[in-house]
């Protein structure tokens, strides 16, 4: 069995030994693109030896000047078709011919023609993101890499009111695992404290400022945070723990590191972390205003006016939404 290969390096192997030389030698003048982005475990660098069982092959994304593309597009393909050295022709293989802005059309429903708008960044799936700035870029002559690096991360105002979510994702939920576990729904008090922890991985991300990819590569994508080394365990404990009050006591110190790293920013006056009793109830709670103290420091009117009329985050992020019946005319447009 051969040794595995991660797909970005297969792939750029591809581009320079198979597809550059043709078409250096079939279309010398053409100005071009070359790169692995979108969807593919190999894209987000997360491939293995079982990645190859479907779907996984030698590719590149080629971008070409819009003339370009309707000029010679299908001619381009068809060459490295047929061309294609006998080395990667056992495997199928993407000879896909784009333009930056039909590719971004595609993939994010965006034009790149004009600016990102606050309501823009907040309908962009965080795991699209993620697709089109991970992966790979192996040469560029039409502008695929200025592009990319416009959606790099998301602009400060934005991130602010997400981080503003983020903390209202987790604050109303708080006591809510000792409250189930309290009446005996343990079950119930697990699964609330589940969805705590993926909201406050989702802060992690935010935090380090980094787009979190699909389910399926959360969790390692997660593991490779700088605050994971320390926060992963106690994520752990919480998810295995029996009793509410062992998942209590594990949340509470997952809270605690995760405000602590909120107040490291220095991007609001520190926050209060300290851990209540919540009234004469036995159950303790974290409610430092973290959302208050955020969105304070949100200067960008029209993403003020958003965490003032909407603070609900973006389109990975859209729960509490459904709560408020104020809200329902604009959901049932999604139907439409």
Not at 156 to 184: I, M, Q, S, T
Not at 248 to 267: P, R
């Amino acid at each position: 069995m051969s040794a595995f290969v991660p797909g970005l390096e297969l792939s750029r192997r591809f581009y320079l030994e198979a597809v550059l030389p043709i078409l250096a030698a079939e279309f010398p003048s053409l100005p071009h693109s070359a790169a692995l982005l979108g969807r593919g475990s190999e894209v987000l660098g997360f491939d293995d030896e079982m990645s190859g069982d479907h779907n996984w092959e030698p590719r590149v994304l080629l971008f070409v000047r819009d003339d370009d593309q309707a000029r010679q597009g299908e001619a381009i393909a068809e060459t490295l078709r047929q061309q294609v050295p006998p080395r990667f022709a056992d495997r199928p293989t993407d000879y896909g011919i784009h333009t930056v802005r039909g590719y971004f059309l595609d993939h994010l429903d965006f034009d790149v023609d004009r600016e990102i708008e606050a309501r823009d960044w907040l309908t962009l799936p965080e795991q699209r993101l993620r697709m089109i700035t991970a992966g790979a870029v192996y040469h560029d002559e039409v502008g695929l890499e200025a592009v990319r690096d416009r959606f790099a991360y998301y602009p400060h105002d934005v991130w602010l009111y997400l981080l503003v979510a983020g903390w209202w994702r987790v604050h109303p939920e708080v006591n809510l695992v000792g409250r189930a576990g309290f009446v005996g729904d343990e079950l119930g008090s697990a699964v609330i404290a589940s969805r705590l922890v993926h909201d406050l991985m989702r802060l992690c991300f935010l935090m380090e400022r980094q787009y979190a990819p699909y389910s399926k590569w959360f969790g390692t994508a997660f593991s490779r945070l700088a605050c994971a080394a320390d926060l992963s365990p106690i994520l752990r404990k919480v998810l295995r723990a029996e009793t509410w009050p062992e998942r209590e006591e594990a949340l509470t110190a997952a809270y605690e590191l995760v405000a602590a790293m909120h107040n490291a920013l220095q991007i609001t006056p520190p926050v209060s972390t300290d851990v209540e009793q919540m009234w004469n109830r036995p159950f303790k709670v974290f409610w430092g205003d973290f959302p208050g103290t955020l969105s304070a420091q949100i200067e960008d009117p029209a993403v003020k006016q958003l965490a003032e009329r909407w603070p609900v985050g973006d389109i990975d992020q859209l729960r509490e939404v459904l709560w408020n019946p104020r809200y329902r005319s604009q959901l049932l447009r999604l139907f439409d």
